[in-house]
Nanobody, 127 residues
Framework: QVQLVESGGGLVQAGGSLRLSCAAS??????????MGWFRQAPGKEDRELVA?????????FYADAVKGRFANARDNAKNTVYLQMNSLKPEDTAVYYC?????????????????WGQGTQVTVSS
């Protein structure tokens, strides 16, 4: 059984930073063959939006316009872990952040294409 476990969320003031981690595990899960993304769902919003993704090779990254220049996605295949460094946080970044994995993903993915989801971690940015 594949598990994605996020950590690192919390409460931070506007302008601050947080680093989210997502650790993957599972006997049949070949981490290096999965593109790893981060979606978020803001309070009162029904849908999740993709904010960042790093390709399975690690060579391509995607960022939504709202976070470009502030967030950075990185992966460590030796640790089966992906990280989302979030800097210059804004109140509008407040959301539950979900780690997502899709086989051979290179760039933008939709939530319907995701193979595995994490349980989510809350990020709250106060003004």
């Amino acid at each position: 059984q594949v598990q994605l476990v996020e950590s690192g969320g919390g409460l931070v003031q506007a302008g601050g930073s947080l680093r989210l981690s997502c650790a993957a595990s599972g006997r049949s899960f070949s981490f290096s063959t999965y593109g790893m993304g981060w979606f978020r769902q803001a309070p009162g919003k029904e849908d999740r939006e993709l904010v960042a993704l790093i390709s399975w090779s690690g060579g391509i990254t995607f960022y939504a316009d709202a976070v470009k220049g502030r967030f950075a996605n990185a992966r460590d295949n030796a640790k089966n872990t992906v990280y989302l460094q979030m800097n210059s946080l804004k109140p509008e970044d407040t959301a539950v952040y979900y780690c997502a994995a899709e086989k051979w993903a290179v760039t933008v993915i939709t939530k319907d294409e995701v193979d595995y989801w994490g349980q989510g971690t809350q990020v709250t940015v106060s003004s």
